[in-house]
């Protein structure tokens, strides 16, 4: 049990809250309300066991490295309080559950968990080859209102693309800026990020403009889901946070970093909000 405990830690199970919401969004937004319990307890399953997974994967790929950088000597793995063959048998547990909760859903979610456990992977080793990697782990999280959509309604949608571009922006645009506090280390170990290719100017600069398609692309889809104000109010007050967020990373001061990626939480609540509102409060 302990262990199971600090393997939960490790990989920061509580914040599922990042891709959650969205998953949720893009569910309610397929059904035009709220979707059948059902759903939402395997969509909730399928959620958390493939973020879990891949952080998993993160951790255990990224153990040569953690152990040299003096931000990540904490980490569990990095300490010994659990051991890799832990981490790995976490992780087909997680992959299990990840394939039932989907074929539990539809057969079409079922068919394309199999490529999804294999893009999280994928992300894990992205930063050995190029600095567009923290557009993989975009890409990743992305799915999950696709997937939210598709739990609901298993037919490719304009609408659920719009979620997942969105989605895809605004995790790529908070990656760059959480790789800024790396970047000296990355390019001592051989590590790629937009950070260490372009400079921490050319990364805040990247990071807003992905930022600025994040609001583009959420307002669109509320324009082809033909969304209340119920929507679009939440996106504003989304769009005013990430506004913040920018404003307090510096070139030349990341004290208040962390705290930046903490707002990263309020935006995928507010937009989740803004499903709510926008199709049950019609």
Same mark, same amino acid.
């Given at each position: 049990?302990?262990?199971?405990?600090?393997?939960c830690?490790?990989v920061?199970?509580?914040?599922?809250?990042? %891709?959650?919401p969205? +998953?949720?969004?893009?569910? !309610?937004?397929?059904q035009g309300?709220?979707? $059948?319990? &059902?759903? #939402? /307890?395997?969509?909730t399953?399928?959620?958390?066991?493939?973020?879990?997974?891949?952080? %998993?994967?993160?951790? +255990?790929?990224?153990?040569p !490295?953690?152990?040299r950088?003096?931000?990540t $000597?904490? &980490?569990? #793995? /990095?300490?010994?309080e659990i051991?890799v063959r832990?981490?790995?048998?976490f992780?087909?547990?997680?992959a299990?559950?990840?394939?039932l909760?989907?074929?539990?859903?539809?057969?079409?979610?079922?068919?394309?968990?199999?490529?999804?456990?294999?893009?999280a992977?994928?992300?894990?080793y992205?930063?050995?080859?190029?600095w567009?990697?923290?557009?993989?782990l975009?890409?990743?999280?992305g799915l999950a209102p696709?997937?939210?959509?598709?739990?609901?309604?298993?037919h490719?949608s304009?609408?659920?693309?719009m979620?997942?571009?969105g989605v895809?922006f605004?995790?790529?645009g908070?990656?760059i800026?959480y790789?800024?506090?790396d970047?000296?280390?990355?390019?001592?170990?051989?590590?790629?990020?937009l950070?260490?290719?372009?400079?921490?100017?050319?990364?805040?600069?990247v990071?807003?403009?992905?930022?600025?398609n994040?609001?583009?692309?959420?307002?669109l889809?509320?324009?082809?889901?033909?969304?209340?104000?119920?929507?679009?109010a939440?996106?504003?007050?989304?769009a005013?946070?990430?506004?913040l967020?920018?404003?307090?990373?510096?070139?030349?001061?990341l004290?208040r970093l962390r705290l930046?990626?903490?707002?990263?939480?309020?935006?995928?609540?507010l937009?989740?909000?803004?499903?709510?509102?926008?199709?049950?409060?019609?």
């Amino acid at each position: 049990m302990r262990g199971l405990l600090v393997i939960c830690r490790m990989v920061k199970i509580e914040h599922s809250i990042f %891709a959650l919401p969205f +998953a949720y969004a893009g569910a !309610f937004l397929a059904q035009g309300g709220l979707p $059948a319990t &059902r759903v #939402l /307890v395997f969509l909730t399953l399928a959620m958390v066991a493939v973020r879990s997974y891949a952080m %998993a994967v993160n951790r +255990a790929a990224d153990l040569p !490295f953690d152990r040299r950088n003096p931000r990540t $000597a904490g &980490r569990p #793995l /990095v300490t010994g309080e659990i051991s890799v063959r832990q981490t790995l048998v976490f992780c087909a547990g997680m992959a299990l559950i990840f394939v039932l909760a989907s074929a539990a859903l539809n057969r079409l979610c079922l068919v394309l968990s199999f490529p999804t456990l294999a893009l999280a992977a994928v992300y894990s080793y992205a930063k050995r080859f190029t600095w567009l990697c923290h557009f993989v782990l975009g890409a990743v999280i992305g799915l999950a209102p696709i997937a939210g959509w598709l739990s609901v309604d298993p037919h490719f949608s304009p609408i659920a693309l719009m979620l997942g571009l969105g989605v895809f922006f605004w995790i790529a645009g908070f990656d760059i800026l959480y790789a800024c506090q790396d970047v000296d280390f990355d390019r001592e170990n051989g590590l790629h990020s937009l950070p260490g290719r372009f400079g921490l100017s050319g990364a805040l600069l990247v990071s807003a403009c992905c930022h600025v398609n994040t609001v583009l692309f959420l307002f669109l889809a509320g324009l082809l889901r033909g969304l209340s104000l119920g929507w679009y109010a939440p996106l504003a007050l989304a769009a005013g946070v990430l506004w913040l967020e920018h404003r307090l990373v510096k070139a030349d001061d990341l004290t208040r970093l962390r705290l930046a990626f903490a707002l990263n939480g309020p935006v995928s609540l507010l937009l989740l909000a803004g499903a709510l509102l926008g199709t049950v409060f019609y």
